[in-house]
């Protein structure tokens, strides 16, 4: 048994609180429940803000999450950024400067990062500028040697995320959080936590 308590604080949008889930999990609970609990305990708490750009993110996260962390504890912080900055028009570099606070303000309090950067859309035009954020927030985050998972290119053409979009006015269901959990948990999940992967 590993002798350390995971303490998991998520902040982002809708989209990580399960918005239009039937199963009302959304990605982060599909995440969670996959995650083993043999090897260590797992704490986890949901701070989703809707509609949040990433000015207002970074406004608020330390205060919120702070009060989850527990210093005895291994602190890990998901962070899952909207593309709200996309129709706030923050530039691409205020978007970046932002992320960087966020990830620069968890590195200074030992807390190890996990960016799961913005899905697609059915707009093309959107989805243009949602590919240079989701690339920003990527750079900063992989720059500072955190772990950054892409799902805007994976799910640009997918075909069964573009159908639960249509299906749910734009946003994702119980398959479209499932590919995101998909995502999460092969691109970095269990290595992250430094917890083996389910057989």
Not at 74 to 102: G, H, K
Request: net charge negative; aromatic share 8%.
């Amino acid at each position: 048994m590993d002798q350390r308590r995971i303490r998991i604080v998520a902040v982002g949008d809708e989209l990580l609180a399960g918005v239009e889930d039937p199963r009302a999990l959304g990605w982060f609970g599909r995440v969670l429940a996959r995650t083993p609990r043999d090897i260590a305990p797992v704490d986890a708490y949901n701070l989703a803000a809707p509609g949040e750009g990433s000015e207002s993110l970074n406004e608020r996260w330390f205060d919120e999450a702070s009060r989850r962390f527990d210093s005895t504890c291994d602190n890990r912080l998901v962070i899952a950024p909207s593309a709200m900055d996309v129709e706030l028009d923050i530039t691409s570099a205020r978007s970046r400067l932002n992320m960087a606070n966020i990830v620069d303000q968890a590195t200074q309090n030992n807390i190890k990062v996990l960016v799961v950067g913005p899905p697609p859309t059915l707009d093309p035009e959107r989805n243009r500028r949602i590919a240079d954020l989701s690339a920003a927030f990527g750079d900063v985050t992989t720059r500072r040697q955190h772990v950054y998972v892409d799902t805007f290119n994976p799910l640009q053409h997918h075909e069964q995320w573009r159908k639960d979009l249509a299906a749910n006015h734009g946003h994702p269901g119980q398959a479209g959080y499932g590919l995101m959990a998909w995502l999460v948990l092969h691109r970095g999940w269990y290595n992250w936590l430094n917890l083996p992967e389910p057989r």
